[in-house]
């Protein structure tokens, strides 16, 4: 008998006039202009990225604070000929407390284990500050 991963569902409504609604309720995305599908995927992967880091943290008892920064260039991709991320960064400034003896493999996890950057096909390029100290 083979086991399944597990699946994690999600749904979003957009109205007539652009609104956007998530199935868990909250407050919608209104249609403006400053928002567009391209901000919001990006700040669903600086949220994403975010999330996945305070999963792992807090497994081993470290609590996280801090935000994140992400930029991207949408171009015509030279494999397909279609319009589509070309480049994305994004940077990230947190504080973990208690410090990690290995923040390099609390952030590595975090990278690999947010799916939205797990989906793209332009993979992200990541700049950590942990603690007040730029990663290399």
Do not use: Q
């Not at 901000?39 to 992967?45: E, F, I, M, N, T």
């Not at 990230?92 to 208690?98: A, N, Q, S």
Request: glycine share 8%; with cysteine.
């Amino acid at each position: 008998m083979s086991i399944r991963a597990r699946s994690f569902s999600f749904a979003v409504s957009v109205s007539r006039d652009g609104e956007a609604t998530s199935e868990r309720g909250g407050s919608p995305i209104p249609a403006e202009d400053a928002w567009t599908p391209e901000h919001l995927l990006l700040a669903g992967l600086a949220r994403c990225t975010l999330t996945s880091l305070r999963f792992h943290a807090r497994r081993d008892g470290i609590e996280v604070s801090g935000g994140a920064d992400a930029s991207g260039e949408v171009a015509v991709r030279d494999s397909d000929g279609r319009f589509a991320f070309i480049r994305i960064e994004v940077e990230l400034d947190v504080t973990l407390d208690p410090a990690p003896t290995s923040v390099r493999e609390l952030i590595a996890k975090a990278e690999r284990d947010c799916f939205v950057g797990a989906s793209l096909t332009a993979k992200p390029d990541y700049r950590w500050t942990v603690n007040g100290e730029e990663l290399g």
